[in-house]
T-cell receptor, first 113, second 111 residues
Framework: DGGITQSPKYLFRKEGQNVTLSCEQN?????MYWYRQDPGQGLRLIYY???????QKGDIAEGYSVSREKKESFPLTVTSAQKNPTAFYLC????????????FGSGTRLTVV | EDQVTQSPEALRLQEGESSSLNCSYT??????LFWYRQDPGKGPEFLFT???AGEEKEKERLKATLTKKESFLHITAPKPEDSATYLC????????????FGAGTRLTVKP
């Protein structure tokens, strides 16, 4: 079955550590996105990519980095510069600039310990 | 600035008690309005896209409608399995990759 796989489901980060969240899709979608979800707030866009080797900052890119070396993969690194990283992170993909809606992964819950 | 506001924040219904969820939006040039369903600890699941005022879409017990300022998600005779958070999002004409999400309405349906 086609879909988006995010791993790990749960991740614990120590202060000062960088961690990388994985996102893989087999839907042959061109566009991929990373969102952050906090209680009581709407999803906020971190980064997005329309094609391989190209990506753009979203509203809250500070303290995060991404790469898009393959069409199927869009990993997100949460760096030590992100001061409040505890959140639920969602990866999504779409056919293009999409009025068809996004397909989301099942999310990664990141907690700072 | 584009904004999406959903109300109420939370809604508790008895099984079979119909109701509506609201999504008010302010965008410059609406390209599409989207409804998603999100279960706890999971990613949102796409439900509908609405493109223009007056449009309606239906799926089982759900019907989404759109005006120039808001969208409603009507739930007819809900069942406990309809319990979830429902998210509304809008995509504006000026930016192809900027989908703005509301904070969601958490629906609980009691048997």
């Amino acid at each position: 079955d086609g879909g988006i796989t995010q791993s790990p489901k749960y991740l614990f980060r120590k202060e000062g550590q960088n961690v990388t969240l994985s996102c893989e899709q087999n839907l042959n979608h061109d566009a991929m996105y990373w969102y952050r979800q906090d209680p009581g707030q709407g999803l906020r866009l971190i980064y997005y990519s329309q094609i391989v080797n190209d990506f753009q900052k979203g509203d809250i890119a500070e303290g995060y980095s991404v790469s898009r070396e393959k069409k199927e993969s869009f990993p997100l690194t949460v760096t030590s510069a992100q001061k409040n990283p505890t959140a639920f992170y969602l990866c999504a993909s779409s056919i293009d600039t999409s009025l068809y809606g996004y397909t989301f992964g099942s999310g990664t819950r990141l907690t700072v310990v | 600035e584009d904004q999406v506001t959903q109300s109420p924040e939370a809604l508790r219904l008895q099984e079979g008690e119909s109701s509506s969820l609201n999504c008010s939006y302010t965008v410059s040039g609406l390209r599409g309005l989207f409804w998603y369903r999100q279960d706890p600890g999971k990613g949102p699941e796409f439900l509908f896209t609405l493109y223009s005022a007056g449009e309606e879409k239906e799926k089982e017990r759900l019907k989404a409608t759109l005006t120039k300022k808001e969208s409603f998600l009507h739930i007819t005779a809900p069942k406990p399995e309809d319990s979830a958070t429902y998210l509304c999002a809008v995509q504006a004409g000026g930016n192809n990759n900027d989908m703005r999400f509301g904070a969601g309405t958490r629906l609980t349906v009691k048997p």
